[in-house]
Nanobody, 117 residues
Framework: QVQLVESGGGLVQAGGSLRLSCAAS????????IGWYRQAPGMARELVAT?????????SYADSVMGRFTISRDNAKNTVYLQMNSLKPEDTARYYC?????????WGQGTQVTVSS
């Protein structure tokens, strides 16, 4: 079983920044990709950003966060980060880490991000 533990959420004013962390219980290189998702109350969970486990670590972003959020990983620490800048009230949600393997995927418990206007 794989554990993913998210941290770094909190309350921030619009325009501020937060850095989320996703610590995995095993090497992040064991997964095809790791992504950050978010879910606001009453809304479907949506993909925010992903990073592949290939040597290049290719990344992808939702249009709504492109240019503001950056996903990165530290293989030595088995941790993936989401740097969030220029935060907007519409970024308010619970943010989840997901690690995807060939036949399965794993989810963390999430961390709450609240952006005040």
């Amino acid at each position: 079983q794989v554990q993913l533990v998210e941290s770094g959420g909190g309350l921030v004013q619009a325009g501020g920044s937060l850095r989320l962390s996703c610590a995995a219980s095993r090497s992040t290189l064991n997964f095809d990709a790791i992504g950050w998702y978010r879910q606001a109350p009453g809304m479907a969970r949506e993909l925010v950003a992903t990073i592949s486990s290939s040597s290049g670590g290719s990344t992808s972003y939702a249009d709504s966060v492109m240019g503001r959020f950056t996903i990165s990983r530290d293989n030595a620490k088995n941790t993936v980060y989401l740097q969030m800048n220029s935060l907007k009230p519409e970024d308010t949600a619970r943010y989840y880490c997901n690690a995807r393997a060939i036949l399965t995927s794993y989810w963390g418990q999430g961390t709450q991000v609240t952006v005040s206007s």
